[in-house]
């Protein structure tokens, strides 16, 4: 490569460096358009994640509150020890720990026996050679 073209090479590169930050977003912002369609397949993900991991913290906060309809959830107030009777109550059960450990157990169980079992079953349904089988 000659002088002349590191040069020009140089002063291109220079000049969209310089572009400073209008360069920047129009790169992000053709980076965001090549990539739309993969976007487009996280929103399921997204979905689930919102319904199934941050709806239940809302309920949580329920639990916490003295409720009021008109209010709803955020904007009523804090419970007080009236409305933590039920979780005290709970707690104070001679039983409770064994309610915890139970549902511990299930939890487990549950996790050893049918995760490998749902494993076995997809193995067992791509080894069949039925074209039926295998659009399930």
């Known amino acids: 490569m000659s002088k002349k073209e590191k040069a020009a090479t140089a002063t291109a590169a220079?000049?969209?460096?310089?572009?400073?930050?209008a360069g920047y977003f129009k790169r992000e912002c053709s980076k965001f358009a090549r990539g739309k369609f993969l976007l487009i397949l996280m929103i399921p993900g997204i979905i689930y994640f919102a319904l199934f991991h941050y709806w239940p913290f809302y309920g949580l906060l329920a639990a916490f509150k003295d409720y009021k309809p008109k209010l709803g959830i955020l904007g009523?107030?804090?419970?007080d020890n009236h409305g933590l009777a039920e979780f005290i109550r709970f707690f104070t059960i001679p039983d409770v720990w064994s309610y915890v450990w139970n549902t511990i157990v299930l939890s487990?169980?549950?996790i050893i026996w049918l995760f490998p079992l749902a494993i076995l079953l997809a193995l067992f349904i791509n080894e069949l050679r039925s074209a039926k089988f295998k659009k399930i």
């Open 14 to 21: 220079d000049s969209t460096k310089s572009e400073g930050i």
């Open 76 to 79: 009523s107030p804090w419970a």
């Open 108 to 110: 487990i169980l549950n």
